[in-house]
Nanobody, 124 residues
Framework: QVQLVESGGGLVQAGGSLRLSCADS????????MGWFRQAPGKEREFVAS????????NYAPSVKGRFTISRDNAGITVYLQMNSLKPEDTAVYYC?????????????????WGQGTQVTVSS
C-alpha cells in the first residue's frame, strides 16, 4: 500500500517555527507534484502550498506566502514544509498530498493520495 507519512507537527509559540516532512514510502510520486493542505476545527480543508515534480515551481496560499517554504529532496521522495513566523491562526491538522500530474496545483481534486495528517498548534 502506497503511503504518505507526515511528521514534524507539534506545539509551538507564536513567532516560532516548525518543519513538516512527508515521506513517500512507496517512492511512487517522485515525478508528481506534491502539496500541503490544512484543516482547522470547524473549517473546510484549505490549500497551503504545492511544488511541481522537479521542485522548480511552487505555489502558496496568500495567507502563508513569505512565511512558509515548500521543498522536496533530490529523489523527490520527501517533501518538506518549513513554517516560520507561525501565528495562532495557523493551528490546524496539516495534510500532505500527491497529485496526479507534474504541475503545482492548488485544488484538492488534483490530488489522489493523502497522508493521515499531523497536528500543528500555535499558542498565543
Amino acid at each position: 500500500q502506497v503511503q504518505l507519512v507526515e511528521s514534524g507537527g507539534g506545539l509551538v509559540q507564536a513567532g516560532g517555527s516548525l518543519r513538516l516532512s512527508c515521506a513517500d514510502s512507496g517512492r511512487t510520486f517522485s515525478r508528481n507534484a506534491m502539496g500541503w493542505f490544512r484543516q482547522a476545527p470547524g473549517k473546510e480543508r484549505e490549500f497551503v502550498a504545492s511544488i511541481n515534480w522537479s521542485g522548480g515551481f511552487t505555489n502558496y496560499a496568500p495567507s502563508v506566502k513569505g512565511r512558509f517554504t515548500i521543498s522536496r529532496d533530490n529523489a523527490g521522495i520527501t517533501v518538506y514544509l518549513q513554517m516560520n513566523s507561525l501565528k495562532p491562526e495557523d493551528t490546524a491538522v496539516y495534510y500532505c498530498a500527491a497529485s496526479n500530474n507534474g504541475g503545482a496545483p492548488t485544488m484538492e481534486y488534483n490530488y489522489v493520495r493523502w497522508g493521515q495528517g499531523t497536528q500543528v498548534t500555535v499558542s498565543s
